[in-house]
């Protein structure tokens, strides 16, 4: 099986690959998005316990 | 005492919950990939060609796996709220905030592959089928819970807000699962069900189950990692916030 035969996927490439296309994407980005929630969440939370350290 | 009895109690604290969700993550992240990556292969080298469908019925297995779970992490939402209204616990509605997310993924995820699939087998992206309708009213119902959440300030009541319409959503669920048996849809029946088994070949089976897995453990992963980040935004004036290595370093 050639790559292009593979990719035409017996006519129906559009639909199969723009039902993988769009999970993989999705579900590659979500982790991306959670990651740099996690980063963000603890750059503001280190921030704010520092400062009330200061504070005391 | 009995020492085999777990204090499940225990769990609920967010003061043990967040190192365990932490172990949790890479664990489940590995199993969803190598079950991913088994399901990608089956998917397209091992299962056969469909004698009806040609090629195009692989979307099965994306659109199969991702409306289970949509229905599936609605209902474990849905427990999560049940449980935080009853117990009154905090982390339980940390839980249903970080799932909702990634429910409305997969309910995305089985529209979207699901007018992929309908458009060259039906001829049309979108049909209002009992199936498809109550398939969008979930995605509506996970969207609400999430803009429900976002709009109260004060968590407490936000969270019991979010609970009672997860809990009221709910009736949906079986909706969905047997709307092809109630109403006559376009929608095809299940080709899985419980009480006569499967109608497909093993093989196609066997793939589809292992892709369901992998999403399984994807969005265990997923939503661990996400229920970390909100333990620590609601959790940050306590003091075992403040001495965790990652928020001192």
Known sequence: ??????????????????????????MIMEPILVHRRRRAVLQRVSRIVRMKEVER | MNSRLINWFKFSSPATYYPLAGRLVPLFSVIALVLIGVGLYMSFFIAPTDYKQGEGYRIIFVHVPAAWMSMFIYVVMAVWSGLGLVFNTRLSAMMAKALAPTGAMFAFLALWTGAFWGKPMWGAWWVWDARLTSELILLFLYIGFIALQGAIDDPRRADRAGAILALVGVVNIPIIYFSVKWWNTLHQGASVSITKGSSMGQVMLWTMLIMTLGFWAYSIAVSLARVRSIILERERDTTWVSELPEVRG
């Open chain 1, 1 to 26: 099986m050639s790559l292009s035969e593979f990719l035409y996927m017996g006519g129906y490439g559009l639909y199969v690959w723009g039902s993988f296309g769009v999970t993989a994407l999705f």
